[in-house]
């Protein structure tokens, strides 16, 4: 048997991965009503257990995870929170995702002021616990092209800080040609792109991502199946599939584990890795998606590897860093 390379996350939003804990402290510490006062109270208002009716129904559990971010030290905390717990599950470089405006929203804070704080608190927890993080900044489409050239303004006061650019949200109600400007802006300033497309919307969703937007990774592509044609492209670009086997159970993207087709992507060839997605809401992490999620999905140890393998391959960092991470001891 092959041994695992070290462990990599490529997608995950630091907004649906804040602690139970913290959510009940920040509660108490800025007098914000919750719908319980324990753990346990809260955890079902949460965290999901059963497959939602779909993927906004999924969105409607940040509630309380956004809803806690008071200020920007809230923001600070979580972002260097999620870096401790990457490191608790065993992971050597993760990129973190999020979306400055949904973070800003609940508390009219400064979306600029989001991001530097987010910024300062990956740098904090990396430096803390050895963790490598590149961040991604994502523009919600719900929230349509005007609000997204502002969040888009945000993300570029911290350009530096910043590594790639990512489309999340609404997929069915906002396509991705509404924001063909903002990525071109992005590309220009040197991120590369990414994009959640294949999820809530057909196939097309993701030739207009990676023609239009210039995504060289795609965000769960799961509806890549349904068009030979796509499935063709992903493979001949060598375009980076970020599966979230968990996360699309649980929005009704597929029925159930066994139906997922990332056995399918990988036997295809595609570089297709395994990513947690929302954690915090999922009630998951990145070894339950490994060790349950995966064989579960039916794929053997030898394609969990081979997945571990295309997100290092897939991974936003330059080869020369790349190499000495991946291969440190
Ligand atoms: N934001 C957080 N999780 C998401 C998902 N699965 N799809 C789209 N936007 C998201
Ligand atoms: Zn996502």
Redesign the pocket.
């Known amino acids: 048997m092959s041994t695992r390379p070290p462990l990599i996350d490529l997608h995950r ?1 630091l907004d ?1 991965s804040v602690r139970l804990e913290t959510i009940l402290e920040l509660g108490r510490q800025h007098a914000i009503p919750l719908p319980g006062a324990t753990l346990e109270e809260l955890r079902p208002h949460v965290v999901i257990t059963t497959p939602q009716p779909g ?1 906004i129904e ?2 409607a559990k ?1 509630r309380w995870m956004t809803g806690v971010l008071a200020d920007y030290d809230a923001c600070r905390r979580v972002a260097r929170e999620n870096v401790e717990d990457a490191k608790n599950e065993g992971i050597r470089y993760i990129e973190l995702r999020f979306s400055p405006c949904f973070m800003a929203d609940a508390h009219n804070l400064d979306p600029s002021r989001v991001t530097a704080a987010v910024i300062e608190g990956v740098s904090e927890g990396a430096a803390a616990t050895g963790v490598r993080v590149n961040l991604i900044g994502i523009l919600t489409r719900t929230y349509g092209p005007v609000r997204a050239r502002r969040e888009l303004r945000a993300l570029l006061d911290h350009r530096a800080g910043i590594t790639a650019l990512d489309l ?2 609404d ?1 069915g109600n906002w396509p991705a040609e509404l924001f063909i400007d903002h990525f071109r802006e992005g590309r220009d300033a040197g991120w590369e792109i990414t994009v ?1 497309a294949g ?2 919307a057909g196939a097309s969703s993701i030739v207009t991502a990676i023609e239009k937007l210039g995504a060289t990774r795609i ?2 592509a799961v509806r890549a199946v349904e068009d030979p044609g796509v499935m063709d492209m992903l493979r001949e670009r060598r375009i980076g599939i970020e599966a ?1 086997l968990t ?1 699309n159970v649980q ?1 009704s993207t597929v029925p159930d584990y066994p139906s997922h087709p990332l056995r399918q992507f990988l036997e295809a060839g595609l570089a297709a890795s395994i990513n947690t ?2 954690p915090g809401i999922s009630g998951i992490d990145l070894p339950h998606e490994l060790d349950v999620a995966a064989p579960a999905a039916g794929l053997s140890e030898a394609q969990i590897v081979q997945a571990l393998e295309n997100a290092w391959e897939t991974a936003f960092l330059d080869p020369e860093e790349k190499g000495f991470l991946r291969t440190a001891p």
């Open positions: 939003h649906g993927l999924f969105l940040f999340a949200g997929e959640h999820e809530a965000g769960h979230n996360s929005t997605d929302d």
